[in-house]
């Protein structure tokens, strides 16, 4: 199973080792299901996990998040965008995720920012977007 993740759940999971965000990395890292990334979205990781305010709220340094997205180009299925859907979504940096999910063929598109991908427009795209929550029990439901 391929999946798509934002920006927002690296740094949930990140944040908080109780969420379903961390479940989920959990799952990548131990090779359950595997991530989709491309260039943009790598860093986009890197620009907002490197911000001054959010490496205060993780207690992390940039080495730290350096050595975390490291790791997760070595396990992610890497994609490169050759065309750009351009699905004008609420926020801008939102295109590039969804057109890794699109490009990756994944499966899911999971972020905790569902209201930022609604677009009539997006609809048949061969991917659902789906909450962590929502998708750390869908994954137990059939993984029991």
């Known amino acids: 199973m391929i999946v798509t993740v934002d920006t927002n759940v690296i740094f949930s999971a990140l944040y908080s080792k109780r969420g379903a965000s961390h479940q989920i990395m959990n799952l990548i ?7 989709a990334i491309s260039p943009q979205v790598y860093f986009e990781y890197y620009e907002v996990l490197t911000r001054k305010e959010n490496l205060e709220k993780l207690n ?3 080495e730290d998040v350096e050595n975390i997205l490291d790791l997760i180009a070595l396990l992610a299925q890497k994609n490169s965008i050759y065309f750009l859907l351009r699905p004008n979504l609420i926020d801008e940096k939102d295109n590039m995720v969804y057109e890794c999910a699109f490009a990756s ?31 750390y029990k869908l994954w137990e439901s059939k993984n029991e």
């Open 60 to 62: 992390l340094s940039i």
């Open 105 to 135: 063929n994944s499966e899911y598109l999971i972020t905790s920012n569902i209201k930022h991908f609604k677009n009539p427009e997006l609809k048949g795209f061969g991917f659902k977007i789906i909450t962590p929550g929502d998708f």
């Open 29 to 35: 890292l131990e090779g359950k299901i595997k991530m």
